[in-house]
């Protein structure tokens, strides 16, 4: 999670995460579950690309693409740029 007054990411336990909170997730974890929804703001992959697994959700194990919004993507590209990172998101309420 990000540490606004420290700067930086910092290992932060599952349930401390709050709707708003900045967290990294990195491909070489070894704990790579997510027990949240999140807006990815920036992917390393091509495009801003990245593949999600849901099994824990919904019992499908493929793999799901999901992408940044390219405009988010291209402006945060390091853990230092995540410091002036300010806005508001709408979502449309949960479904089928």
């Not at 790579?32 to 990815?40: E, H, Q, R, S």
């Not at 099994?55 to 493929?62: A, F, P, R, V, W």
Request: net charge negative.
């Amino acid at each position: 999670m990000f540490n606004r007054a420290a700067g930086k990411f910092e290992k932060r336990a599952w349930h401390l995460i709050r709707v708003g909170d900045v967290v990294k997730v990195e491909d070489n974890q070894d704990n790579k579950f997510v027990p949240a929804d999140m807006l990815i703001l920036h992917s390393e992959g091509t495009d801003g690309i990245c593949y999600v697994e849901t099994k824990n959700l919904d019992g499908e194990t493929n793999l799901k693409l999901k992408q940044s919004p390219p405009e988010l993507n291209d402006q945060y590209t390091s853990d230092e740029m995540i410091l002036g990172l300010k806005g508001t998101m709408q979502f449309q309420v949960p479904n089928d």
